[in-house]
Antibody, heavy 122, light 107 residues
Framework: QVQLQQWGAGLLKPSETLSLTCAVY????????WSWIRQTPGKGLEWIGE???????NYNPSLKSRVTISVDTSKNQFSLKLSSVTAADTAVYYC????????????????WGQGTMVTVSS | DIQMTQSPSSLSASVGDRVTVTCRAS??????LNWYQQKPGKAPKLLIY???SLQSGVPSRFSGSGSGTDFTLTISSLQPEDFATYYC?????????FGQGTKVEIK
């Protein structure tokens, strides 16, 4: 059974860089889109971006200038960096597996990490 | 970006009721629509993908329908464990966007 486990700093100061990592256990790393999604009470669920096993990325244009998603296939891990954070970046951050069911559908997030609460405060 | 609008924002229902949640896209998304269930403090769980395909392990009382811009999630007989918030998500084009959620509460 595939599981995602994520970790990273939960308290940041404004202007710092958010850094989270997600490890994939129990399944293949290739053939999927490894994603980051965040959730706030005000804006709901917001897709941040995704990466595949070969390193090809897609980012949300609203965050693109500050986001970097990278992959380490040797460790079955992928990571998120979000620079110059502000209070507006306070959220629960999730990693997720994007699955297109062998090309039969669009991307659905079928497996999620446990979530990391990230607070930005001076 | 494609905007996803759910209705209602919340509803009250009783165990055994048939419940319907609607999601509308701001442009046609064919059948590229997914549904999730989220309980407090937990990550969302995929219920339905490609508008009507039931995710493995999800009870058959959940079903999805629709195409183009209008979609529906139906729970045929609401169970106690179904009280949660439900989200739709379009997978037609990036950025992948979600609806604002529909909270299903106990009447």
């Amino acid at each position: 059974q595939v599981q995602l486990q994520q970790w990273g700093a939960g308290l940041l100061k404004p202007s710092e860089t958010l850094s989270l990592t997600c490890a994939v256990y129990g399944g293949s790393f290739s053939g999927y889109y490894w994603s980051w999604i965040r959730q706030t009470p005000g804006k709901g669920l917001e897709w941040i971006g995704e990466i595949n096993h070969s390193g090809s990325t897609n980012y949300n244009p609203s965050l693109k200038s500050r986001v970097t998603i990278s992959v380490d296939t040797s460790k079955n891990q992928f990571s998120l960096k979000l620079s110059s954070v502000t209070a507006a970046d306070t959220a629960v951050y999730y990693c997720g597996r994007g699955n297109n069911y062998g090309g039969r559908s669009g991307i659905a997030f079928d497996i999620w990490g446990q979530g990391t609460m990230v607070t930005v405060s001076s | 970006d494609i905007q996803m609008t759910q209705s209602p924002s919340s509803l009250s229902a009783s165990v055994g009721d048939r419940v319907t949640v609607t999601c509308r896209a701001s442009q046609s998304i064919s059948s590229y629509l997914n549904w999730y269930q989220q309980k407090p403090g937990k990550a969302p769980k995929l219920l339905i993908y490609a508008a009507s395909s039931l995710q493995s392990g999800v009870p058959s009382r959940f079903s999805g329908s629709g195409s183009g811009t209008d979609f529906t999630l139906t729970i045929s007989s609401l169970q106690p464990e179904d009280f949660a918030t439900y989200y739709c998500q379009q997978s037609y084009i990036p950025p992948r966007t979600f609806g604002q959620g529909t909270k299903v509460e106990i009447k």
